[in-house]
């Protein structure tokens, strides 16, 4: 079965440090991960994912991600938080042959000003 | 959140009561889904549609009943719901870009 974990329920940040919100993953095979982030009362958007090709992946409003096939991890960072990149952050696995896609519990990124 | 359309954005019904959760796409992609989604917890997985079959039910109660009229909507009908089933309900596709979700129903059951 696959799974994901994200240790952390809550992650502080001031605004202008730099970020990481961690996740780490256990599939069969190779894995299609993902970040997705979520604002109050609102559907999961996407982020970024992971399906093949450079470790470190780029995605939206600055946020990026590297894979790490040895520690199963794929953690997301950003340079330079910013107060409105407070928000829930889900990151999500997939085997790259198929099935359902399955999420961590999520992380509450809290950027203080 | 716009290419995946779901209305209505809120929706309060009684235990009695019969509604119905629509979600729209024009994105092409032939595999939908409804989530529901309690406050601060991963979306749970409902249903699966693929090419308009039904393909996973997660043993969700008979309360809760899809329907896909065509490859561009997903409908989730309720009825006799419970108040614990008040949550967001999200629906979502998938391409071969990976998935997008749409904005979700609030439902409150009173």
């Known amino acids: 079965a696959q799974s994901v974990a994200q240790p952390e329920d809550q992650v502080n940040v001031a605004e202008g440090n730099p970020l990481t919100v961690k996740c780490t993953y256990s599939v069969s095979g190779n894995p299609y991960l993902f970040w997705y982030v979520q604002y109050p009362n609102r559907g999961l958007q996407f982020l970024l994912k992971y399906i093949t090709g450079d470790n470190l992946v780029k995605g939206s409003y600055g946020f990026e991600a590297e894979f790490n096939k040895s520690q199963t991890s794929f953690h997301l960072k950003k340079p330079s938080a910013l107060v409105s990149d407070s928000a829930l952050y889900f990151c999500a696995v997939r085997a790259l042959g198929g099935g359902q896609l399955t999420f961590g519990s999520g992380t509450q990124l809290t950027v203080l000003p | 959140d716009t290419e995946v359309t779901q209305t209505p954005k809120h929706l309060v019904m009684g235990m009695t009561n019969k509604k119905s959760l629509k979600c729209e796409q024009h994105?092409?992609?032939?595999?939908m889904y409804w989530y529901k989604q309690k406050a601060k917890k991963p979306p749970e997985l409902m249903f699966v549609?693929?090419?308009?079959?039904?393909?996973i039910n997660e043993s969700v109660p008979s309360r809760f009943s899809p329907e896909c009229p065509n490859s561009s909507l997903l409908n989730l009908h309720l009825h006799a719901l419970q108040p614990e089933d008040s949550a967001l309900y999200l629906c979502a596709t998938q391409g071969s870009d990976g998935y997008t979700f749409g904005s979700g129903t609030r439902l409150t059951v009173v």
């Open positions: 549609y693929s090419y308009e079959k039904l393909s």
């Open positions: 994105m092409g992609h032939r595999a």
